[in-house]
């Protein structure tokens, strides 16, 4: 059964747990009022994002949600994701998958990263169909990656990826985290949403979402998440254009809740297609079989469907004389962004 996203933003509201069910309330009313904004099982829950500075939460609502596998976001006065609350442990061999991950060695790790470089690249070529040189020269990029992308080939894509997934609408587009202004703020609230999704994904499948294959920032607790999303950020890029065309750049709940709704967005893996949610629990549960098995090919990373239809696994694609004959591109941006 898919699970449920729920976002409090419009009221205040008190969330408590009562056989199960988590209550969201109004301030000042009592549980035996039975005059609740809502009743929904915890069990159905997958993610809560609290967005009001008057939202309060009793002991027992954390608990639940985190004992039903749910993750909670709270957003602060800047109305982006502040804090992630994410469960413990969500598989009983834990310890097991652990030592797995930990014990991957030094080659595993980058027949990972070249695998997830390779989806990102070919899912950024899908984003740019109204781009046909850019997606061209994409396709030819995602060639070349080799083992730890050691010729950081996602960098070379992301030169030419920034400088037309938004040139519908913006003539000259430099991606800045933490800059207000749209659409980097759109970004930076639709990538925050993802990454606790895949936190929560990893940490069902007994991973540790600290322990990554590239990512190694000492600071950084969500490593292996923000790995294991790279090729999903492009779903994230296409719901912030689409707003941007329907002249929709303010970070208000309505456009909250479209990002929110992406962990419903159509992908497609090994087991054909299906939502977001459920990939990457398939996407989760594959990376385990790896570390537990030093076989990367088993990765299942979910490809973004664009207007119904997965960019082929057999497009055609430029040779690398192609490269040489497009235009050179802007600086790039920060990677990893």
């Not at 990656?145 to 430099?174: C, K, L, M, P």
């Not at 950020?233 to 809740?257: C, S, Y």
Request: net charge negative.
């Amino acid at each position: 059964m898919l699970k449920r996203s729920i976002e409090i933003s419009r009221h205040p509201a008190h969330l408590a747990v009562e056989h199960g069910q988590l209550l969201i309330l109004r301030p000042g009313e009592r549980k035996q009022d039975a005059r609740f904004d809502a009743r929904i099982p915890c069990e159905d829950i997958a993610l809560v994002v609290t967005d009001h500075r008057e939202v309060t939460f009793s002991h027992s609502a954390l608990v639940a949600l985190a004992e039903h596998g749910a993750s909670l976001v709270v957003c602060g006065a800047d109305h982006l994701p502040a804090a992630i609350l994410l469960p413990v442990s969500g598989h009983t061999e834990v310890a097991a998958r652990m030592r797995d991950q930990m014990n991957a060695g030094a080659v595993l790790p980058k027949q990972l990263w070249k695998r997830i470089v390779v989806a990102k690249v070919r899912a950024q070529a899908g984003n740019l169909d109204h781009a046909p040189a850019a997606q061209t020269r994409l396709l030819a990029l995602a060639r070349r990656v080799r083992s730890g992308d050691a010729a950081n080939v996602e960098a070379q894509a992301a030169r030419t990826y920034w400088g037309h997934v938004f040139s519908q609408r913006i003539a000259s587009f430099r991606r800045v985290p933490g800059e207000r202004e749209c659409p980097n703020n759109l970004l930076d609230y639709g990538y925050a949403v993802l990454r606790a999704a895949v936190a929560r994904a990893l940490i069902g499948a007994g991973l540790h979402p600290t322990l990554g294959i590239s990512h190694s920032n000492r600071s950084n607790t969500f490593a292996l998440a923000d790995d294991l999303m790279e090729p999903l950020r492009p779903l994230v890029d296409r719901r912030a254009r689409e707003l941007m065309i329907g002249d929709d750049h303010d970070l208000d709940q309505l456009t909250k809740a479209q990002f929110i709704r992406l962990q419903d967005a159509t992908v497609r893996t090994e087991a054909g297609i299906g939502p977001l949610t459920v990939a990457l629990a398939r996407y989760a549960a594959s990376l385990a079989r790896c570390f537990a098995s030093g076989n990367d090919a088993l990765l299942d990373i979910p490809a973004p469907v664009w207007s119904g239809e997965a960019l082929p696994a057999d497009a055609p694609e430029a040779d690398d004389e192609t490269l040489d004959d497009l235009p050179d591109d802007p600086e790039p941006p920060p990677c990893h962004t």
